[in-house]
């Protein structure tokens, strides 16, 4: 089935710097990748997402990569603020006959510090 | 709009016993997703519905199963309860079929098995 690895697992900066968090999936047929973010104790936020005839995304200091051949997407915050540490989530459509099933790493621990 | 809503929030129980959880989707919409999250998984898929017809399925046992209703509303329930079934259960909704749709998150049930 359908499998989607993270990393790195948990990840600490500094603020104003970048961070970096990355994925890869094995369906070759997934066509949405979301990314989430769950702060302590709260639900998860969707945060952005792209689609598989986009190669990249952004919002303000959010942007997420896509490379559909290696099977690979990315996450990339820029200027980090400490309201940025949360857990994060990517995840990979599950597609079988058009289902909104979503298949997700095992999440990312950012912690900024001031 | 109001969010996705769950019910109950908190919930303890004790090996053996049956559990029923609920989720009322975003008005209108006719998806919803469930899923098991623990420290050491993350966020795993556990089935999916739409118009009271569940689509998808993850790799859960039997024990799990799920319902929902003419007006959306869907219902999990987890029966003769383990140990390891303590987690939080979440729900999604999203607003129509096809595998590109964005979930909203309920605030999700902790379950706890004594």
């Known amino acids: 089935g359908e499998n989607v690895e993270q990393h790195p697992s948990t990840l600490s900066v500094q603020e104003g710097d970048s961070a970096v968090i990355k994925c890869t999936y094995s369906?070759?047929?997934?066509?949405?990748f979301p990314w989430y973010k769950q702060e302590l104790g709260k639900r998860p936020q969707l945060i952005i997402d792209?689609?598989?005839?986009?190669g990249e995304k952004k919002d303000q200091r959010i942007a997420v990569t896509l490379n559909k051949t290696a099977k690979h997407f990315s996450l990339h915050i820029t200027e980090t603020q400490p309201e940025d540490s949360a857990v994060y989530f990517c995840?990979?459509?599950?597609?079988?006959?058009?289902?909104?099933?979503?298949?997700f790493g095992k999440g990312t621990t950012l912690s900024v510090s001031s | 709009k109001a969010g996705v809503t769950q019910t109950p929030r908190y919930l303890i129980k004790t090996r053996g016993q049956q559990v029923t959880l609920s989720c009322s989707p975003i008005?209108?919409?006719?998806?919803v997703s469930w899923y098991q999250q623990t420290p050491g998984q993350g966020l795993q898929f556990l089935f999916e519905?739409?118009?009271?017809?569940?689509?998808n399925k993850g790799n859960f046992p039997g024990r799990f199963s799920g319902r929902q209703f003419s007006n959306s509303r869907s219902e999990m329930n987890v029966s003769t309860l383990e140990l390891g079934d303590s987690a939080l259960y979440l729900c999604?909704?999203?607003?129509?079929?096809?595998?590109?749709?964005?979930?909203?998150f309920g605030p999700g049930t902790r379950l706890t098995v004594l």
């Open positions: 008005s209108g919409h006719r998806s």
């Open positions: 792209i689609r598989s005839n986009v």
């Open positions: 519905y739409f118009s009271e017809t569940q689509r």
């Open positions: 369906d070759s047929a997934s066509n949405y």
């Open positions: 999604a909704s999203s607003s129509r079929g096809g595998s590109d749709n964005e979930q909203f």
């Open positions: 995840a990979a459509s599950l597609n079988n006959q058009a289902g909104t099933a979503l298949i």
